[in-house]
């Protein structure tokens, strides 16, 4: 699966595999198969996260903006996603997605 593949992925860096796993949780747990338009991205290790379809990175490299906004995600929203520290904007709108955001 994506997230294992992410996790035990050595090439990058430690905080990048984070992020790569955290990200990769999310698409697997949002994704309808064949239906998630534009990211086919998400699914290269050979494309930089902070270059998919819908990411914003600050100048360290860690996301700090997810725009998924009308991509035909269905589901739970991942607790995983808000381990991404710096994390400002997240934009889920005209999706099927559920779950609570953390109060802070």
């Not at 796993?21 to 930089?48: G, R």
């Not at 990175?57 to 991942?78: F, K, Q």
Request: glycine share 4%.
């Amino acid at each position: 699966n994506l997230a294992a593949y992410y996790a035990a992925d050595t090439s990058s860096q430690d905080g990048s595999r984070s992020q790569r796993y955290i990200l990769a949780v999310l698409y697997m747990s949002l994704i309808q198969k064949d239906k998630w338009k534009l990211f086919d991205d998400w699914a290269s290790t050979a494309v930089d996260e902070c270059h998919w379809e819908g990411i914003r990175c600050n100048s360290e490299g860690d996301v700090n903006e997810l725009n998924l906004s009308d991509s035909i995600l269905v589901g739970h929203l991942p607790d995983e996603v808000f381990l991404l520290t710096s994390l400002q904007r997240l934009n889920l709108t005209m999706n099927s997605i559920t779950g609570a955001l953390p109060s802070k």
